[in-house]
T-cell receptor, first 112, second 112 residues
């Protein structure tokens, strides 16, 4: 499953498939980007980050891609599991690591 | 390791009352950050504190809101004379400098 375009608020994906969550960020001067996962009733949980001097970074089952030319960030989740159901936020910042600007979020629902 | 601890988890106040939200950072962290999340939105930065110092309060509303992080004890976010628009989830985060923010599970404030 893939959220296309600038932003879709929801994404439904079959268990075991790969997910792609897209994010268009706003500030061309941003140099640090983070993906967070937020489950219902909980705080945001760090997934993966990337700095502007990179265009790809991989973690466990997740990959973040950064395209600075079009100000686009994506999160790929391999072999999506029911526990991946959550709201996913991209966040950006410029010059410091704490003053994050969050996007509106994409709700991912994993179908069994 | 205990994570970022926030209390209370839920807080109900009538209009005009005061709300006090508490945050204890992760062990060994001396930097605390407060964010606010309105319903179905991303988080917005409010304030960054170190022990006994406010480092950046550029996201704090000019009136009724204050924050402190005393030498001993938790960080406190204080909202005086609450209004319905203050209803939100308030998240605290901590981190060593240069590391991603780790968020607590938040305090959900409801103003009736």
């Amino acid at each position: 499953g893939e959220s296309v375009g600038l932003h879709l608020p929801t994404l439904s994906v079959q268990e075991g498939d790969n997910s792609i969550i897209n994010c268009a960020y706003s500030n061309s001067a941003s140099d640090y980007f983070i993906w967070y996962k937020q489950e219902s009733g909980k705080g945001p949980q760090f997934i993966i980050d990337i700095r502007s001097n990179m265009d790809k970074r991989q973690g466990q089952r997740v990959t973040v891609l950064l395209n600075k030319t079009v100000k686009h960030l994506s999160l790929q989740i391999a072999a999506t599991q029911p526990g991946d159901s959550a709201v996913y936020f991209c966040a950006e910042t410029m010059g410091n690591d704490y003053k994050l600007s969050f996007g509106a979020g994409t709700t991912v629902t994993v179908r069994a | 390791n205990a994570g970022v601890m926030q209390n209370p988890r839920h807080l109900v106040r009538r209009r005009g009352q005061e709300a006090r939200l508490r945050c204890s950072p992760m062990k060994g962290h001396s930097h605390v950050y407060w964010y606010r999340q309105l319903p179905e939105e991303g988080l917005k930065f409010m304030v960054y504190l170190q022990k006994e110092n406010i480092i950046d309060e550029s996201g704090m509303p000019k009136e009724r809101f204050s924050a402190e992080f005393p030498k001993e004890g938790p960080s406190i976010l204080r909202i005086q004379q609450v209004v319905r628009g203050d209803s939100a989830a308030y998240f605290c985060a901590s981190s060593p400098p240069g590391s991603p923010l780790h968020f607590g599970n938040g305090t959900r404030l409801t103003v009736t």
